[in-house]
Nanobody, 120 residues
Framework: QVQLVESGGGLVQPGGSLRLSCAAS????????MGWHRQGPGKQRELVAT???????HYADSVKGRFTISRDNAKNTVYLQMNSLQPEDTAVYYC??????????????WGQGTQVTVSS
């Protein structure tokens, strides 16, 4: 019931910045916890950051202090501002929407991903 489309990826040099956007449609955006995950070459997908409907955030230690997640419920959009990018940040970045119901049902939706490459 939720469709997610990421944008904003690209090629940057070490130390550069990118801002990723994730546009959501098809359901009530404000009910979902939104997050960003990434999967680098030869690596497992890992959590990067999450943000609740009220704005509470969580970051992976590897990106804390460099990345900022935010959301605009009126625009049904979540963002990931990435600063001080390093080659280790190279990955496909995926937008995620998750909702846990009292019935123990979990709704978990993913976008198709956007490539971020950090290289000299």
């Amino acid at each position: 019931q939720v469709q997610l489309v990421e944008s904003g990826g690209g090629l940057v040099q070490p130390g550069g910045s990118l801002r990723l956007s994730c546009a959501a449609s098809g359901s009530i955006f404000s009910l979902y916890v939104m997050g960003w995950h990434r999967q680098g070459p030869g690596k497992q997908r890992e959590l990067v950051a999450t943000i609740t409907s009220s704005g509470s955030t969580h970051y992976a230690d590897s990106v804390k202090g460099r990345f900022t997640i935010s959301r605009d419920n009126a625009k049904n959009t979540v963002y990931l501002q990435m600063n001080s990018l390093q080659p280790e940040d190279t990955a496909v970045y995926y937008c995620n929407a998750k909702r846990l119901l009292p019935t123990s049902t979990v709704y978990d939706y993913w976008g198709q991903g956007t490539q971020v490459t950090v290289s000299s």
